[in-house]
């Protein structure tokens, strides 16, 4: 019995609802790959919690767009953090003259200033000594069990009297040899013996607000696991480095931190000198970021890391430059959709327009007017961008009705009011340009009352149309690539004609294309009609799909006529 593929491959749809968020934040990395985030607690753990007004100004609305982007019924976001370039990591050496470890806090604000780091010693292995072996080269040292001492660990030796340190130069099969003699009689073969060897290493316990981390048994040794600067590399919320050198005669880390007081119990390290930085200083370039490569990108670049992202948004960010160049990025990649702001003093039309026009691009959308919502952090309301709830709302409307379904004539949750009044003769005037209001309507609620994209190609108008064909496109890239490498004949084109048939009419049976019959929703050729002979000799399999989406009810018109009763005979 042989087993052998034949038909069509499922498939099975992308995401379309994760989104991906940039701004400043209190704390969390602002280098490298943006961090997951499902809900708004798990956004405070990273990167901290509300902004203040007098500090932040118009560049506080992170979190608040994240909290709203959950409340309105996102379930997971990306987030990179920005910051201004004079901000700086809260930094601390030990309290010895002569610092052995400099602990820096992970990322750059006043937040590493309320950090506390507490030493205290420790001990990865103790043994007892059963026999002294005179060697050729001095002596070596028959202990019960070598298992945790390693060469060039720092140990001590401790009996009813006396207390020494010595190093460990080898240590194989329950023979160790010290980097000196001991003097003292140090053999025990007692059960439970008075002299005793323990390793030296010591504990760090780092603390903020109620994040604690806990690493136990670190030590100066390079050569072993628990060298401090591999055990630590993995925090979320300290870089700490090891800048001593080994000492002549052996000392115990933690007397090497603790300086003048190794008797003490414990010794504290307090970061200072953090700083946010100067948040005037803030330019379009810090939003925009850098390329440094894989994994050490920023701001709107980082996201270039990420496969995952559907929508994007910088709230309340409305310089053109950003707007722009997120608009860009969402076209290069095409595989994600921005959802912009308009200026929250853009209150008259020609204002308003004047905004609009700088963006043309069925990427993008535009959402105003800004939202009223309760602030937790000043306790009143206050006006935030409307991108954060928007962008919710899409996740909302992706998950209950699905892509093909217009974000629009949604209400907007945890909303109480609006920063400005539009009425129907601005609806009228601003819908057709591509904005996108939000509006107040008596016993329903506050509603996104648009659905159109920054275009001027009439046949990409509709958010609902581009997100749409972003995710066919998208859905039908990662489940075709079983056909890569595949002999190129009438075999393969078939089973791909199949395998894109079946999604496709799935897709119009779930109402997301348009016609009475599959045939006048779709079409899929792949053939010597679609494919030359150097085409085929080259590798190439060509494959011409075209669908036909279902546009949004925008106008819906009713005709009345009176009807009058004619008298019959």
């Not at 709203?68 to 990179?80: A, E, L, Q, T, Y």
Request: glycine share 8%; proline share 5%.
């Amino acid at each position: 019995m042989e087993e052998f593929d034949s038909g069509g491959k499922p498939m099975e749809g992308v995401g379309t609802s994760t989104a991906g968020f940039i701004g400043l934040a209190e704390r969390g990395p602002v280098e490298g790959v943006p961090q997951l985030v499902t809900n708004f607690a798990d956004f405070k753990r990273t990167y901290g919690g509300y902004l203040s007004e007098n500090e932040y100004g118009e560049y506080r609305f992170l979190a608040y767009a994240v909290e709203h982007f959950f409340v309105n019924g996102g379930s997971r976001c990306f987030v990179s953090r920005v910051a201004p370039q004079d901000a700086k990591c809260a930094a601390a050496s030990a309290p010895a003259e002569a610092p052995v470890i400099e602990i820096q806090a992970k990322n750059p604000g006043i937040w590493g200033d309320n950090m506390s780091i507490v030493v205290t010693p420790s001990s990865k292995a103790k043994t007892q000594i059963l026999e002294e072996i005179q060697t050729a080269d001095g002596k070596r040292y028959s202990v019960k069990s070598s298992a945790g001492f390693h060469e060039g660990d720092v140990v001590v030796y401790r009996d009813m009297t006396s207390v020494v340190y010595n190093r460990v130069v080898k240590s194989k099969d329950n023979i160790i040899t010290f980097e000196k003699e001991f003097e003292e009689d140090v053999v025990d073969k007692n059960l439970l013996p008075s002299k005793v060897i323990s390793t030296c290493e010591f504990n760090l316990e780092v603390k903020y607000d109620d994040i604690v981390e806990f690493y136990e048994n670190l030590s100066f040794n390079i050569s072993i696991p628990n060298y401090v600067e591999k055990k630590t590399a993995k925090s979320d919320l300290v870089i700490v480095r090891y800048v001593g050198s080994p000492t002549e005669t052996a000392v115990a880390p933690f007397d090497e931190i603790a300086g003048g007081e190794p008797e003490k119990a414990f010794c504290v390290i307090n970061p200072k000198n953090g700083s946010n930085g100067s948040v005037s200083g803030i330019t379009a370039a810090d939003y925009i970021g850098t390329d440094n490569g894989a994994g050490k990108r920023t701001g709107i670049q980082s996201f270039l890391d990420n496969d995952n992202v559907a929508i994007m948004s910088i709230p309340g960010v409305t310089d053109p430059n950003v707007q722009l160049m997120l608009v860009a990025h969402c076209e290069n990649l095409a595989s994600r959709f921005a959802v912009l702001d308009m200026p929250r003093d853009a209150k008259k039309i020609e204002d308003i327009v004047a905004h609009r026009d700088i963006v043309d691009s069925n990427y993008a959308a535009m959402y105003h007017p800004w939202l009223i919502v309760f602030d937790p952090l000043d306790k009143k309301n206050i006006a935030i961008p409307p991108s954060g709830s928007v962008v919710g709302i899409y996740a909302r409307s992706d998950t209950s009705r699905g892509v093909h379904k217009a974000p629009a004539n949604e209400t907007v949750r945890a909303c109480v009011g609006l920063d400005c009044q539009f009425n129907k003769g601005e609806q009228d005037i601003l819908n057709p340009k591509g904005v996108n209001l939000i509006r107040t309507f008596p016993g329903q609620g506050i509603r996104v009352w648009g659905a159109r994209t920054a275009s001027s190609d009439a046949s990409w108008k509709y958010v609902n149309v581009r997100r749409l064909f972003i995710f066919i496109e998208e859905t039908i890239k990662a489940n075709t690539n079983w056909a890569v490498f595949e002999p190129n004949d009438e075999v393969l084109w078939v089973r791909v004609k199949r395998t894109i048939d079946v999604f496709l009419t799935g897709l119009w049976r779930g109402g997301a294309l348009a016609g009475s019959a599959p045939s006048e929703a779709f079409f899929v050729n792949v053939g010597r009609n679609t494919m030359s002979q150097d085409d085929i000799d080259n590798g190439r399999l060509v494959c011409v799909i075209g669908v036909a989406p279902v546009k949004p009810a925008e106008f819906v018109i009713f005709r009345i006529s009176q009807k009058t009763s004619d008298s019959v005979e």
